[in-house]
């Protein structure tokens, strides 16, 4: 049983590299719905109100982007090894 929880302490493979690229895959994605909610609410709402929905979408994509990237690259080693036990 302890074997199998061994398994979820391996780092994804590309480390690094691939959290940065699904971090920005992430900001880009919400950019373009941020993008496309502005033009689509052009006519219906008041530019006021179609900037406070593109600030809270691109403020979304921000913190889930750096969020993504943060925990993704943050590799195994960083963590201080565990003392050995002192009985047998």
């Not at 950019?31 to 502005?38: C, E, G, H, M, P």
């Not at 929905?53 to 943050?74: D, N, R």
């Amino acid at each position: 049983m302890s074997v199998m929880f061994l398994l979820f302490d391996v780092a994804a493979p590309g480390g690094g590299t691939a959290a940065a690229a699904v971090g920005i895959g992430f900001l880009l994605v919400l950019l373009a719905v941020a993008y496309v909610a502005f033009r689509l609410l052009k006519k219906t709402v008041k530019m006021a109100v179609r900037m406070a929905i593109v600030a809270v979408i691109v403020a979304i994509a921000i913190v889930g982007s750096v969020s993504l990237w943060w925990f993704g690259s943050s590799s195994g080693g960083s963590r201080p090894p565990r003392p050995s036990p002192t009985r047998r």
